[in-house]
């Protein structure tokens, strides 16, 4: 899952930025409101984690650019004011949900996976396709009921494939997943980390079409 | 205590007594003219009446004696002087007399005399003053003593009317009792005595300026615990990501960049003590001649590391104009002042840039400049940068981060030695150039 952090304080946006990476999301950070939407426009991330207070643009005006061009993806907001009234504000505006600072990494992961999973239209923290099981929040996965063991780029890759089966996701799209801006991507990187899941999970799991992209089945009678 | 009421009440009654002497003064004067016309008359028909029947000469101590003091006395004396009779003959008056009214002083008091010739006699007719005066002064006493008697009844009179009169007052004293600390609105100023508006008005200005300096200090408290919570966030995130780590290198990393988070924590706190100290009235400061050239060489010296460290030529021009930049005021906020300015420009100017430094006299005046070969502050943006917690767009990129307290603790420093602060181009056109003038101090 991609997030873009949008925070002006260096200190403040480079400790997020690396605890969500802990915690497995591919981040991608900028510090000021012009910054955020150009981001925004790439359509790119899958939540947005936004401070109220920044420059050029604040986030009121980043999130209700957002909502009003439709954008209903989810925003998370940081605000270093606790006034009810501010976070009203920022709900009002469109938030999902809100941080007041100080606040906690692992509470601030949590809650992006809420976020995430809601915004999928699932309501358990569990994502489960056929008999893989992945849980977000530990970053655990399970094939058969038994623990199975996935690098996080690994684990990344299928949670975006199963987080919308049946659908096609380009080699780009995947590696929008993988990595921020920052990261370095490997050439090649997608394929590597396909071919370690076809052999943990079957080669029938994940489908390759080809010229396109990857895929995993809608499993038809489930869905009904 | 002093009290308007008894002050009031002490002088009306004072006044009012001065006011009843003053009468009875008045009728004394006036009663003892009325008794003096009336007796002397009195005395004339008397002496007429005398002169109707001659008399035989006095034989010694002959005559009504035991008269009382206030009797009148009759002598008669005949053409040779020698007297014929003397109606109280204990009493010692001159033997001899002038004719018509006189005034006659004996060791028995003051005589109203009235003589006049009857054939071969000489009548004289006497009578004691005092008992003129007594009559005037009974008339004088009967004037004022209604007046005194209705004196207490007057005094509680003003006594309840000055108390009514102050109602007004007592009002208002209830109405400032009442508030609390927090509850500024203005007193009502409507149907007040024109004497009790002004203290309310006054009292309503004050109201005003609290309330504006309560409000200032309000945000500036608010606008403080924001910008405080900002440097903990991050020294939350960084402890929690120290917790987080797994290796030795990491943990390293995550415990430097958590003092350095801690160290702009601490700096912030400082700058906001800082400024807190220099709000105006909070304290007085000694001060005393300082010379601003000296000063910004011990400043320079402190502040080389870091510019060396960014590879930026920081240096003092040497003044070329004669005359010492020395100016009255408190050392430990211009060092503040000196040392804000140079670290701005400083952490601001891009590696290997350039920061000059200097401190002249220009007539009554002395002039500090700081110019550096940073991105400088577009001519909008000038007039903001000394709002506290203002943070110009220019300031976001790069590591360097200010609190958007420096310029705002340079400009209250500044204020308070009658400084002004110009904002203009620094080095070359480039950059920024601070220059503050100070009134020189006096030689």
Known sequence: ?224 | MRSIRRELLVWLLLGLALGVAAAAVGTYLRAREEANALFDHQLEEMVASLTDAPFAPASGGAGGGGAGDDALVVQIWDRNGVQLYLSQPQRVLPKRAQLGFTNVHTDEGDWRVFSALAGNQVLQVAQPMHARRALAASMALRTIVPLLAMLPALGLLIWLIIAQGLKPLQRVAAAVARRSPTALEPLPERELPSEVQPLVQALNALLARLREALSAQRTFIADAAHELRTPLTAVHLQAQLAERATTDAERRGALADLKSGLERATRLSEQLLTLAREEPGVAERPVAPIDLHALARDVIRELAPLASAKSIDLGLIEPSAPGQPIVSGDVGALSTLVSNLIDNAVRYSPARGRVDVSALRDADRVVLTVRDTGPGIPPDERSRVFDRFYRGAHAENGSERGSGLGLAIVKRIAERHGAEIVLGEGIDGAGLGVTVRFPAAAA
């Open chain 1, 1 to 224: 899952m991609r997030i873009l952090l949008a925070e002006d304080d260096p200190m403040i946006g480079a400790s997020v930025g690396r605890g969500l990476r802990q915690d497995g999301f591919a981040v991608d950070w900028v510090e000021d409101g012009r910054a955020a939407e150009a981001a925004l426009g790439e359509r790119v991330h899958d939540a947005i984690v936004l401070d109220l207070g920044l420059p050029r643009r604040t986030g009121l005006e980043v999130l209700g650019g957002m909502r009003r061009g439709g954008d209903t993806r989810p925003v998370l907001i940081l605000t270093a004011r606790d006034a009810v009234a501010d976070r009203v504000a920022g709900l009002d505006a469109g938030a999902d949900d809100y941080l007041v600072k100080p606040f906690d990494l692992d509470e601030l992961s949590a809650r992006l996976r809420a976020l995430l999973r809601r915004g999928a239209g699932r309501a358990e923290p569990v994502l489960a396709h056929g008999e893989v099981e992945l849980f977000p929040a530990t970053r655990e996965a399970r094939f058969k009921g038994e623990p199975l063991s996935l690098s996080p780029r690994e684990f990344a890759l299928l949670e975006a494939l199963i987080a919308r089966p049946g659908a096609i996701l380009s080699r780009v799209q995947l590696e929008d997943k993988l990595y921020g801006w920052a990261d370095p991507v490997e050439s090649n990187a997608v394929e590597v980390h396909i071919h370690a899941l076809r052999r943990k999970l079957g080669a029938d799991f994940i489908r390759n079409v080809r010229g396109v992209g990857w895929m995993v089945a809608r499993p038809a009678p489930a869905q009904a």
